[in-house]
């Protein structure tokens, strides 16, 4: 028997219940306390209670009988201030309070209400000195005592009561049946949350008889020593009711937030650090089609969850203690059926600062009315109470084609749009007109070819300019027209080997540096350019351009090896190609560079950004062999086989860049860059290079448009954005970078009007002689109108300014502020149609122009042609 601090001895020998009240809190306060053995204590769990003698002041050691637990959660800011150490850095790592009682609490800790009076039944078939000291001490502590001599009164007493402590005398085991009793009260509702304790005689410890586990089997709780001292009596009931009764309290507390938990509407899912499932609330087990029981011990994976990757992203937060939220796939589990909803998960510690389990509530609001069980699959067929065969069919499509869609493992934003489309269709009642614009939205809807254009069957150019829907369907068309002709194609590699200049880098003539002078301004004379450096154009500029840009800085490259990029880069393009030349690539590349030098670009991108852009504007067209996708699909060519038919031309430019770039060390100007960088530069070229194809044009320019002159419809005039930074996610980035290229390869109607002709008429002449060989060789002319003989080249102009240039250069200008791309186009524009009214139609015609009213440097250039 240990002994207790005199100042309680006293309080309890003067007998005053007021005094004991004291007693038990100067107990539960009791700081250097040494109570080494109180032994009444049964062999069930304790028979010892060490409390250990600590500092003054210190947290541990307040609980009297209460197993310490420092990492008691007491969640929630309410709780902060209760926090007795700055250095406790978290609630859990505060202690718990005893005094601490729910009133003073906001909100988060689970407390038993053990404040009302305790009840307490004692059952002792006899009055004897051992039941009075059970009765004092009960009554001492304020409890509410009910004293039985039988068992059947012990269990209607119960019955009637529920008391949340029984003490069964089992001294005289003939006077009742303990294990019957004790049965009965356990079989009686609500039971889990009395403590039930046997009073045993000291012999049965000793003997280590099956006393004591035979009454544990029936229910007890604990066994205690029979005992008359009223102190050790006292102490024991001081001790069952801040363990034992505690914990069935807060048993009872839990029970009421289950209940809480399984009334609401939410789905509510907890787990453990590894994702098992440990509850789950009704509503979860109605919406899901799942039972508690069978998904305890399994993974949300396997249950619940669609895509693991969601999975994966919620962990990442909740591993490092954060909350997350976000949308999350869920699906039911008889049909499959995936239920888009919006998750909010919160890590959860019992012990330490790691979770030790993850709560799930789901937003049954954000999920889909039709796909909540209750509403499932009547509604829409209901409202519109047709029976036809037809439209009941088209119903069941629908919804099969859209189950399908909602099937994916993975969520698209089609999937999500058509879900909200059949939401609106559900809304309209019986309106048919507005049901079948809503059935027709939803077919164009389902299109894989969003983006892809062709000429409006309504439209009056196509009537009235053939030539212009030539053009437009050749260029944004992407099904070729079937031949069974064969063709044969030059090999372009003859050009690729690299000779070395025994000279080292060649310094440019003066007259070429001094034109290189204006190598950023929009009115920059390629044509003279091209003169001057004898068809080498794009080693000049380039080298110029990347010396403005420091590209040597940026991919950590030497300048002789970009010189000798650009003379590989320039020998590889066709210089027999009227447009589809190194003089194209020099101007793509130096209207990137104007591009790049307009303040929102400086803003937005990086000098990998710039390099990258450069280097894609200058190999773009790479070995273009002056014919069209089209053409090389009709005619069997093995670039066409090798690329399907698809993108055959960029993906060609873009993959040989490569071969050639990295095929030598001596031109290899990702040389030094490290992985992951080499990476990014050759994804940044890829995606530039294959941006540049026109069968994507509007697919780019929308999507584009979208993010950035979003209040705007094409055409109008464009609204900006307040804040363009907010924008620049690395996605939108890469739709600025597309829109880039894609404005400089076609910018050529936007330069002044003596350099647009030329250009035009390149074009024009290239085109034709894809016509000529179309003819020649017996395949589908891709271009009829675009024949020598009797084409309208302002006419052509025109249509291509009306269909492709106006829109996207409006939003470039929108985004960029360069208004003299629009003042340039709009001169040109007018021009063209003056052209057309005078009559200068054909080649002939545009040829003579340029060399009467237009500008003499133009005039040379067509000379050396
Ligand atoms: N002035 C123009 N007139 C007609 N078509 C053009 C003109 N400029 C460019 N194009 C076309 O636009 C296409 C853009 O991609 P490509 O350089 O592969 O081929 C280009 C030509 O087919």
């Known amino acids: 028997m240990g002994c207790f601090p005199s100042t309680l001895l006293e309080q309890i020998q003067k007998g005053s219940s007021a005094s004991l009240d004291k007693a038990d809190k100067s107990v539960a306060k009791t700081k250097f306390l040494e109570v080494n053995s109180v032994s009444t204590a049964g062999a069930a769990t304790t ?91 009960a009554e001492k502590l304020g409890f509410e005592v009910t004293l039985c001599h039988t068992d059947i009164s012990a269990l209607e007493e119960y019955q009637t009561k529920s008391h949340d402590l029984v003490i069964v005398d089992n001294r005289i085991t003939k006077a009742f049946d303990n294990d019957l009793l004790c049965r009965s009260i356990r079989n009686t509702r609500g039971s889990q949350h009395t403590v039930m304790i046997a009073v045993v005689k000291k012999s049965a410890f000793e003997r280590d008889d099956i006393t004591i586990t035979s009454l544990l089997e029936s229910g007890f709780n604990r066994c205690l020593i029979e005992t008359t001292n009223l102190l050790t009596c006292v102490n024991e009931m001081i001790l069952l009711k801040h363990s034992d009764i505690r914990i069935m309290a807060q048993h009872a507390t839990c029970q009421a937030l289950y209940t809480a938990l399984d009334k609401c509407k939410d789905l509510v899912i907890v787990t453990d650090d590894t994702y098992k499932f440990q509850y789950m609330n009704t509503a979860c087990e109605r919406q899901l089609g799942l039972r508690q029981e069978d998904t305890l011990g399994k993974t949300l994976q396997e249950q619940l969850v669609y895509d693991t990757v969601q999975i994966n992203t919620m962990g990442s937060s909740l591993l490092r203690a954060r909350e997350w939220s976000g ?79 909602n099937a994916l493992p993975l969520e698209a934003p089609i999937t999500k749009v058509i879900g909200l489309i059949d939401q609106i269709r559900e809304s309209l009642g019986s309106n048919p007109q507005a049901i079948q614009l809503i059935d027709r939205v939803e077919d164009i809807l389902k299109s894989s070819e969003l983006y892809v254009s062709h000429v409006k069957e309504d439209s009056k150019v196509k009537a009235d300019e053939p030539v212009v829907s030539d053009l437009i369907t050749a260029l944004l068309s992407k099904t070729p027209q079937p031949t069974l002709s064969a063709s044969s194609r030059r090999s372009s590699n003859d050009s690729s080997v690299f000779r070395p200049s025994r000279t080292g880098l060649i310094k440019a003539p003066a007259a070429i540096r001094d034109l290189l002078e204006t190598s950023l301004t929009w009115e920059f004379d390629i044509f003279k350019l091209e003169d001057l450096s004898r068809r080498r154009p794009l080693q000049h500029l380039g080298m110029n351009l990347f010396n403005h840009f420091d590209v040597c800085g940026s991919l950590n490259c030497d300048e002789k090896t970009l010189s000798n990029w650009l003379t590989v880069i320039e020998a590889n393009y066709h210089i027999e190609n009227s447009y589809h030349n190194s003089s194209h690539a020099a101007d793509v590349m ?218 996207m250069f409006e939003a470039w200008n929108a985004f960029i502020d360069m208004p003299e791309l629009l003042t340039y186009m709009r001169q040109n524009y007018i021009r063209w149609k003056e052209f057309d009214e005078q009559g200068h139609t054909t080649l002939s015609d545009i040829q003579k122009l340029q060399a009467t009213v237009l500008s003499p440097s133009v005039s040379s250039a067509i000379k050396s042609d």
């Open 47 to 137: 028979t010892t209670i060490h409390i250990n003698s600590v500092p003054r002041g210190s947290k541990r050691g307040k609980l009297l009988g209460m197993p310490f637990n420092p990492f008691r959660r007491d969640i929630g800011r309410g709780v902060l201030h209760h926090r007795k150490s700055s250095l406790a850095l978290t609630p859990e790592e505060e202690p718990f309070d005893i005094n601490r009682g729910p009133n003073e609490l906001k909100y988060g800790l689970i407390i038993p209400n053990i404040k009302h009076q305790l009840k307490l039944l004692l059952v002792f078939a006899q009055l004897d000195p051992v039941s009075e000291t059970f009765t004092k001490a």
């Open 327 to 405: 949308p999350m796939t869920l699906k039911r589990k008889s049909t499959q059926d995936p239920i888009v909803t919006s998750c909010k998960a919160v890590p959860f510690s019992c012990a330490g600062r790691m979770p030790t389990h993850f709560i799930l509530v789901f937003d049954t609001n954000s999920i889909d009315p039709n796909m909540l069980s209750q509403s499932r699959g009547s509604i829409h067929s209901i409202r519109r109470g047709s029976t036809d065969v037809r439209s009941v069919g088209s119903d069941y499509l629908r919804r099969t084609s859209l189950a399908k869609l």
């Open 590 to 807: 130096q209207a990137t560079a104007g591009f790049l030098e307009k303040e929102r670009m400086k803003s937005i991108m990086e000098p990998l950004d710039e390099a990258t852009s450069l280097i894609a504007a200058a190999a773009h067209d790479l070995d273009h062999p002056g014919k069209s996708s089209a053409f090389l699909s009709n005619s069997n060519n093995p670039l066409a086989i090798l690329y399907n038919d698809v993108t055959v031309l960029e993906s060609h430019h873009s993959a040989l860049m490569f071969k050639l770039t990295l095929g030598d060390e001596r031109v290899n100007i990702f040389k030094n860059l490290d992985r992951d960088t080499y990476k990014l530069a050759r994804h940044n070229v890829i995606d530039m290079i294959l941006a540049t194809e026109m069968t994507k044009h509007f697919e780019h320019l929308a999507k584009f448009v979208n993010v950035f002159c979003p209040r705007s419809s094409i055409g109008s005039d464009m609204d900006q954005p307040d804040d363009y930074n907010a924008l620049l996610s690395p996605e939108n980035t890469t739709l600025v970078k597309r829109m880039m290229i894609k404005c400089a390869d076609v910018s050529n109607p936007t330069r002044p009007l003596r350099i647009c002709v030329e250009w035009a008429r390149r074009i024009a002449e290239e085109y034709f002689q894809q016509t000529d060989d179309e003819k020649m060789r017996g395949l589908p002319v891709v271009m009829p109108m675009f024949d020598r003989a009797t084409c309208s080249i302002p006419k052509s102009q025109i249509g291509f300014v009306d269909y492709i240039i106006n829109d």
